[in-house]
């Protein structure tokens, strides 16, 4: 037996409950909330789970392309524009890396944080995720990417003004602009032009890979080196080993991040930045890698004879613990309204 100290929403009073072993402790066991908050809450789980469920999607993907971005955004700007120390390529992968995470932190409790249409697509083929949520779910994800960058664009927009004028000046707008060093390169992913649309593959491949190879490491639950705490700036961290190593060589690491930032500069410039050929590349080569990536995970690391983490059961538990409190609460408000209603005649 152990005690909770438990504060009910408008009293500044605690009140110490006991709390039995193995008694699982809901937030709604804290205190009532706002009946307004409840009321939405009713209604989420019955008529919007699905749109919360997508938005949190939207909402994973803006998280970690706005923070990249706006580190790229400082990195790109400040070299165009000769103003030292202010971006380098190691900021831009610290802040992919920490908005992977926070964006895990955040929205993954809630979507299950696939937040890459690759992920999804492996859910969809090997894992029986519903195929129609699937595609709800990627155009989520775009469309998070998408505003993401716009919102990126705005808050940037009086430099990268400057930035395309001098640009200009020099003679290189049409060049440079739409390029990995230029403005529309803060948003998506365009090829070095030293480097050959089949190297490019391959590079995109091989990072793509990396990251699906760690991601399916930490989504072990026999792992003892991966605690789901963790499991964020595990993968938060490849993605920046992925920028830090190869991003030079054109990388786009993330489908929704490439579409979505190419859909938005096409928004800003038109068609002349959608990046030619290499733009299929970009979107589509991280949907094979991560397929093979799981692939090989399941072939050579899983045994089935490992045991479950204790960390991985208490996540497991969890989210059992929340569907069944939501159907018991969810039953009891159906109940309390047949009540109210009164016996039906026949």
């Known amino acids: 037996m152990s005690q909770v100290f438990i504060q009910k929403a408008g009293s500044a009073s605690e009140t110490v409950l006991p709390v039995p072993s193995g008694h699982r402790l809901h937030l709604a066991d804290f205190g009532t909330r706002p009946q307004f908050l409840t009321k939405w809450e009713s209604i989420r789980y019955r008529q919007a789970h699905c749109a919360v469920e997508c938005l949190a999607e939207a ?21 165009i524009l000769k103003i030292p120390g202010i971006g380098s390529l190691l900021t ?38 519903p195929f129609w949520k699937g595609i709800r779910y990627i155009v989520a994800q775009i469309l998070g990417g998408y505003v993401a960058a716009l919102m990126t664009y705005w808050q940037w927009k009086h430099l990268i003004q400057e930035a395309e004028g001098a640009l200009a000046a020099a003679g290189l707008h049409e060049l440079a602009n739409f390029s990995v060093q230029g403005p529309a390169g803060i948003f998506t992913a365009y090829v070095n032009p030293a480097s050959p649309l089949g190297l490019a593959w391959v590079n995109e491949f091989m990072v793509d890979f990396f990251i699906g190879l760690v991601t399916f490491a930490c989504l072990d639950p026999t792992n003892l080196l991966a605690p789901p705490s963790l499991a964020p700036w595990f993968v938060g961290l490849a993605y920046a080993v992925g920028i830090w190593s190869y991003s030079p060589n054109a990388l786009a690491a993330n489908a929704a991040r490439d579409v979505g930032g190419r859909l938005a500069v096409i928004t800003i410039w038109g068609l002349k930045a959608s990046g030619g050929r290499y733009a299929a590349i970009a979107a589509l080569t991280n949907i094979p890698a991560t397929i093979v990536a799981y692939l090989v995970y399941e072939v050579l690391f899983v045994d089935s004879s490992r045991v479950v983490t204790h960390a991985h059961k208490e996540l497991v538990d969890g989210h059992m613990a929340h569907e069944d409190h939501q159907m018991k609460t969810h039953l009891a408000r159906l109940l309390s309204g047949a009540e109210e209603k009164g016996p039906v005649m026949a």
Do not use: E, Q, W
């Open 92 to 129: 831009i992968g610290l802040a992919y890396m920490a908005g992977i995470g926070l964006s895990l932190v955040i929205a993954s409790g809630t979507s299950g944080g696939h937040f890459n249409p690759a992920l999804t697509i492996v859910r969809v083929l090997f894992g029986k995720f």
């Open 59 to 79: 909402f994973g993907v803006f998280i970690f392309c706005y923070a990249g971005m706006g580190a790229t955004a400082s990195y790109i700007l400040g070299d």
